[in-house]
């Protein structure tokens, strides 16, 4: 997709902290970051949703969420514990309609979030 930043940043054409790279994704630093952690994991190909990505590659989301638990592992959050979350849809506070999972670890986190 030429006009999707998540895109881009796979591409190269965007900028971007790189922390890990797998065959079907790619993990790099949220720029706004919530927690002392938080990577958001992406997968290569372009699927708006996460449950639009489940519907046509679970095997892509599969190994999304595998990549998720390695970044926690690398960053040292695994242990202490961390959330991996996907926003969907405007009213739960998704702005860019490329599939990612936000992992935020190293500190408390509240439950419910808001
Ligand atoms: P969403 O709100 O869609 O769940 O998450 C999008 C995330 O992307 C936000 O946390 C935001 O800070 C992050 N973000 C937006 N633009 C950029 C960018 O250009 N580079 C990086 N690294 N993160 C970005
Ligand atoms: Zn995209």
Known sequence: MTDCLFCKI???DVPAT???ESAGTVAFRDINP???THVLVIPRDHHPTVGELAASDAG???ELVRE???VAVDEGVAETGYRVVFNTGSQAGQTVFHAHAHVLGGRGLNW???
């Open 10 to 12: 796979v591409s190269g």
């Open 18 to 20: 790189i922390v890990r």
């Open 34 to 36: 919530q927690a002392p």
């Open 60 to 62: 892509l989301l599969a």
């Open 68 to 70: 998720a638990h390695q």
């Open 112 to 114: 419910p979030p808001g």
